[in-house]
């Protein structure tokens, strides 16, 4: 930290703020570290603030005025020459500053004006070039995870390829719902069944492995709807509409906004828990499900302001489990049940 002569001189500290912030301007690396040390701008007041510091003062306003105070300590005349080298007195009068002075600080002034706009739209030029290769690596990321989610690709591959897919979710919040979508539609893909316990030892293997992939997408999903995954998908669109369940765990999923579509969708086979899900907003449509043997667990489950429509499933064989407290007959708001008109539990409903 320097030291602030016994006499300073005002107008010698001013000279030293314009030479830094010329050097600055200049883009002289210790001059331009001594500036942004204290300010992100260069400018000549940042330039000032920065003399101040080193002068172990809090701000230019408080170096001038320990100048001033100390000039004013020393004996009469003594301290003229150290408040205004570049001032002229007329007839006693209060000294005024030279048109070169002026003229100096005009141009200084101007000439940090001009850098400050200049390295502003650098700036963005940089931002908007960052912008843009963001965008494209994304893409990029898109069209190659997608590929890999292709039927002909091994179920590693795919395995893989699920949490590409859902870690690029979790990166392009502007194109979030559009990776979701890319899910869900591998959930829609046709469904081949169990080949039996009959079938070759590779056909058994090659099913159980296909099955893997489509439970790890709805694992995934779940994961990012109750608060276990480090980004939230609540909100989001999900379309499993004609989709084959043959097992899942939805548990504990929050549905709160959006629209949930499982119009189609057929439950069979092993459980499928939406175990402690909660449904607070938007819509969950089970329009033409069908429900022939699958067992479907909402036990726990809290519903309050969203909608659950199972009003028009196409079969209600085995109506999902939704644990002891549940009425059937009174059903929670929200909540549509099939009617007392409906066909039997055996029959499709219409």
Not at 45 to 53: F, G, H
Not at 248 to 266: E, H, I, M, Q, Y
């Amino acid at each position: 930290m320097s030291e602030l002569p016994g006499r300073p001189n005002i107008d010698q500290l001013r000279r030293q703020a314009r030479e830094l912030l010329r050097a600055a301007a200049d883009g002289e690396p210790a001059a331009l570290a001594r500036v942004r040390a204290f300010s992100e701008r260069v400018s000549l007041s940042a330039a000032q603030l920065a003399v101040a510091r080193e002068y172990g003062f809090a701000s230019w306003p408080a170096l001038h005025a320990e100048v001033e105070r100390r000039l004013a300590e020393l004996p009469p005349g003594e301290g003229e020459a150290g408040r205004a080298e570049t001032g002229w007195s007329f007839g006693g009068g209060s000294p005024i500053e030279t048109v070169a002075g002026r003229d100096t600080e005009t141009t200084l002034t101007k000439q940090s004006e001009q850098l400050d706009k200049t390295l502003k739209a650098q700036s963005e030029q940089l931002d908007r070039t960052l912008a843009e290769q963001r965008t494209r690596t994304l893409n990029e990321r898109f069209d190659t995870v997608a590929e890999q989610l292709g039927s002909d690709k091994p179920p590693a591959v795919r395995l893989a390829a699920v949490y590409a897919m859902a870690g690029l979710a979790d990166d392009w919040q502007d194109h979030r719902q559009m990776c979701v979508d890319v899910l869900c539609a591998y959930l829609r893909m046709p469904y081949e069944p169990g080949p039996g316990d009959d079938a070759p030892v590779e056909k058994r293997l090659a099913f159980q492995a296909s099955r893997e992939v489509r439970h790890t997408v709805i694992r995934v999903i779940t994961a990012h709807l109750n608060g276990t995954a480090p980004v939230s998908w609540c909100g989001l669109n999900f379309d499993f509409a004609g989709a084959v369940f043959d097992g899942g765990d939805f548990s504990g999923a929050k549905l709160s906004g959006g629209t949930v579509n499982f119009a189609g969708a057929k439950f069979s086979g092993a459980m499928v828990d939406f175990a402690g899900a909660k449904i607070s907003g938007g819509t969950v449509s089970f329009s033409d499900a069908e429900f022939p043997g699958g067992t479907v667990g909402f036990t726990g489950a809290e519903f309050s302001g969203g909608t659950v429509d199972f009003s028009r499933v196409a079969s209600w064989t085995q109506p999902p489990d939704f644990g002891s407290g549940f009425d059937m007959s009174h059903p929670p708001a929200g909540v549509m049940l099939p009617t007392a008109t409906s066909p039997s539990p055996d029959s499709p409903v219409p």
